[in-house]
């Protein structure tokens, strides 16, 4: 999914465009886009594998990312093709610094 940050930046989401269940990415490949009121984003995974499912409610209800983006607003459920690739993700603490040094 996207964070409660990303979402704020994004404004008003009207449209999100995911893969299919089955689609395969590389780690940093581009997987969807999401369209808001400001912007069409790029979605990209940052690890490898193949996705297990999307959420289907999103086709319908995009604004739900706005919403609740860390629970209802999740986008895909990805199985991981290379684990050790999640070593090199932010936790939350330094996630949230890099949100606001971005401000």
């Known amino acids: 999914g996207i964070t409660e940050f990303a979402q704020s930046e994004l404004g008003d989401v009207v449209f999100v465009e995911l893969p299919e269940p089955g689609d395969v990415f590389d780690a940093d490949d581009e997987i969807g886009t ?43 459920r990805l199985r991981l093709s290379k684990p050790d690739e999640t070593s090199s993700l932010m936790n939350a603490r330094d996630y949230q610094q890099f949100a606001a040094s971005t401000k």
């Open 34 to 76: 999401i369209e808001s009121v400001k912007a069409v984003a790029e979605i990209y995974t940052p690890v490898s594998g193949e996705v297990v499912e999307i959420n289907e409610e999103l086709q319908d209800r995009p604004e739900i990312v706005n919403q609740d983006p860390h629970e209802r607003g999740w986008l895909i």
